[in-house]
């Protein structure tokens, strides 16, 4: 339990958004859960909002329930991606660069977790590190001149499952074509989104680039259909007991984290955001601990020079 949290004994909350009027966020993964959530109350603070998902009924489903709550003024669109497929995520971002002037946050919000035996995706990637890892890194990357245009802020959505595989990343078998479990590999491609924020925080320093900001934070554990999408039918009956227990919250609560490093001011980029209380699982939103395997220079390194190759984009 961290009893330091620098927003009080009851930790951040949304109350501390002002207006955000005239601001322009794009966020993925905002049909359910988490990302539905912090969507919504970016909305209700007059935010601009384009969401990025993979079900375009389901994206116009959203959008009529975001109406229907706030009313017909609000700002919202969505562009359909695969996060799972460069190709879809090349197209996105070129949809995004033409609708939008500028991005005051890119909100990486979108997983898959738990999948049951491994898949590779037509880029030749486990799914999980190729959906989790490798798609939002081309996002990053693509969108990045519109978010220094705004000195804006990358949103990283990680896991606590990143210390609970192995402690680095597994440059000789990244595909687990030896010994794959879904709980090794979605560790992984969340340790590889976590690690590859920090690399990026180093970067944008040593190139001068400071005024934009990228932040990890993880949502804790919430009630979200996550396990659901992609998980094995053990995991469903395991998360779904869990859901009734104490150790999950809302997934309203389990958006402050990105919400937080969205539109806060004076945050700590070195910090690791999200519950504070037992196993950060739940509780008051701040600041806590990271294991240091999550910051080993080297391996980041390395990660980012794989990750550069395998998605074909060199950072500007």
Partial sequence: MNNNNQFGKQGWTPDRIGSLEGKTFVITGTTSGTGFEAAKILLSKGAKVVMLNRNPKKSEDVIATYKNELGNNIDVSYVTVDLGKLASVRKAAEEVLQSVSHIDALMLNAA????????????????????????????????????????????????????????????????????????????????????????????????????VKAYACHPGSSRTNLINTSGSFMMKMIFGLMKLSPLTQSAEKGAYPELMCATEEDLDQKAFYGPTGRSNWVGPVGAHNIEPHAKDKAVAEKLWEVSEKATGIVWP
């Fill in 112 to 211: 898959i977790a738990q999948v049951p035996k491994q898949v590779i995706t037509e880029d030749g990637f486990e799914s999980q590190m190729g959906t989790n890892h490798y798609g939002n890194f081309l996002l990053q990357g693509l969108l990045f001149p519109l978010i220094e245009k705004s000195k804006g802020r990358i949103v990283t959505v990680g896991s606590m499952g990143y210390n609970m595989g192995l402690k680095t990343i597994k440059f000789d078998d990244l595909n687990w074509d030896k010994d794959y479990t879904p709980n090794d590999a979605y560790s992984q491609s969340k340790l590889a989104q976590i690690m590859s924020i920090y690399e990026l925080q180093d970067r944008l320093k040593a190139t001068g680039k400071t005024g």
